[in-house]
């Protein structure tokens, strides 16, 4: 078989899975969807009563409330599938080259050289071919982080390897709600009658529980009698802490995870249907050595030209508006959500074209912006 072909032939061997995992994904998302379009959140404006100044937004009720425990626990599905596909994918291919894998066979995720050197101890890429062990490390965090200066666990994969973890030991992964943005646009009414036009200091309650004031504004100096015409948008997203701490939108974990998911997948495929491949194309190619000396060198700080060392999935931290804290009033911009990823192979590796792989465009449920609270009053 030619190079088309193979990679071909290995992508059919995991697509039932890879399927499977697309599907858990485009229920979650759109479970999550349907929470939000119905506005679920019924609230009260209230005017602060003197001499506090400004105004707030009261929870009065939310029907349905969010089910943050099913969808971690459904966000830990998904990591798992994409997880087991990379340690199939190495079993496939030991067997298509007519060894027998081992049981140690699994797909390393290291976060530094010597838990790389650990994993090949362990035996875990033993049986496979030179060329995929490198396309397997040059996936690596710890290699990614070295070539970027940035931390290890920020890398997709390592995402990937984490959700997994948590599902693999029964531990809560869940999820707290923030405020992605804030527009506002609004007037108040003085006790003298007077109209003004202000961008109070706003605190937000994302807890949403009966009761609270999901948005509390300071209009100081200004005594608030009553509300002008007013405008306030808000976008409430369901975020995912980390080991490190660290929150990302759901929907965008998710994306990181198929991301990590997809460059170690094609990487491996490309390295193993291509028998002629160079290996100095690698990331970090120099320093790849299987004896004792590996490790006690940086891995390159400069990142060549290789089909395999695209860092394009770097992750993207963002921390939206948390628990109490106090954000000015703004005209804040939402970018509708698209949740894309790679058709097929990624940057200058192919040789290899039209080669099908499971997409996932269009798998975000696109809908109009949902509000909390929105309210016009002349």
Not at 20 to 33: F, G, I, K, T
Not at 47 to 61: A, N
Request: net charge negative; charged share 25%.
């Amino acid at each position: 078989m030619d190079i088309e072909a193979r990679v071909t032939w290995l992508s059919k061997q995991s697509i039932g899975r890879v399927q499977l995992a697309q599907e858990r994904s485009n229920a979650l998302l759109a479970d999550v969807s349907r929470w939000r379009k119905p506005e679920p959140i019924k609230t009260t404006l209230h005017c602060k009563e003197p001499p506090e100044c400004g105004w707030y937004v009261e929870v009065d009720s939310v029907d349905p409330p969010p089910r943050l425990e099913q969808w971690g626990v459904q966000l830990g599905e998904i990591a798992h599938h994409l997880r087991s596909i990379l340690n199939t994918t190495l079993n496939r291919i030991v067997k298509a080259d007519g060894g027998t894998p081992a049981k140690s066979l699994q797909y390393p995720v290291a976060y530094s050289a010597a838990q790389w050197r650990g994993a090949m101890k362990r035996g875990q890429l033993r049986g496979l071919p030179e060329r995929v062990v490198r396309a397997v490390y040059a996936c690596q965090p710890f290699v990614w982080a070295n070539a970027s200066g940035t931390n290890p666990a920020d890398n997709v994969l390592a995402v990937l390897a984490w959700l997994n973890n948590e599902d693999k030991h029964r531990m809560e992964i869940g999820g707290t709600l923030a405020g992605r943005w804030v527009e506002y646009e609004g007037r108040i009414i003085t006790p003298d009658g007077v109209s003004v036009s202000m961008r109070p200091k706003m605190v937000f309650d994302w807890s949403l529980e009966q009761g609270t004031r999901i948005v509390d504004a300071d209009t100081s100096p200004h005594v608030t009698a009553d509300i002008g015409r007013t405008t306030l948008d808000m976008q409430i997203d369901v975020l995912v802490a980390d080991e490190q701490g660290k929150t990302t939108v759901l929907e965008e974990l998710l994306e990181e995870i198929w991301s990590g998911f997809q460059q170690a997948q094609v990487t491996m495929m490309v390295a193993w249907a291509d028998v002629d491949v160079d290996l100095n194309r690698f990331a970090g190619a120099t320093d790849f050595q299987q004896g004792s000396a590996f490790g006690r060198a940086a891995v390159d700080a400069v990142v060549g030209n290789g089909a395999w060392d695209n860092d394009f999935v770097r992750r993207q931290m963002k921390s939206p508006p948390g628990l109490g804290s106090e954000v000015e009033g703004d005209d804040g911009h939402h970018e509708d959500w698209k949740f894309e990823a790679d058709d097929g192979l990624r940057g200058d590796a192919s040789a290899v074209r039209g080669v099908e792989w499971a997409s996932l465009r269009g798998v975000r449920d696109a809908h109009a912006l949902p509000r909390t609270w929105r309210g016009e009053a002349d």
